[in-house]
């Protein structure tokens, strides 16, 4: 009776969901592309492609990640000043650089 009772309640308590605890803080930042990042300023110059990773899929930071001409990756501090303004600056170019979409007239009869 006693092994069965002790059986019973180790498959209730593994059948929960997790908590916030010592498993799943270990493993969140497993999908995460970033272990380390730096805030130092990389000269333009030596920067092939910019990629901004939103929180989500199992990484719970941002993630700014630049790819240099010799094909280094080299993941910056979001929170960087010089950061946010490259981000921005980027940003409003894409905008301002998307060319308007065609308008067809109707033609008169």
């Known amino acids: 009776m006693r092994l069965s009772s002790a059986a019973l309640l180790l498959l209730l308590v593994s059948s929960l969901p997790p908590t916030r605890g010592i498993l799943e803080t270990n493993y969140t930042d497993l999908k995460c592309k970033c272990l380390r990042t730096t805030s130092v300023m990389i000269p333009l110059s030596f920067v092939e492609r910019i990629e901004v990773i939103p ?30 303004k490259v981000i921005r600056r980027l940003r409003s170019k894409m905008v301002s650089s998307t060319p308007p979409a065609p308008v067809s007239k109707k033609k008169s009869s």
């Open 55 to 84: 929180p989500g899929n199992g990484c719970p930071n941002k993630e700014v990640i630049i790819w240099t001409k010799n094909k280094s990756a080299i993941c910056l501090s979001p929170q960087a000043k010089w950061v946010q």
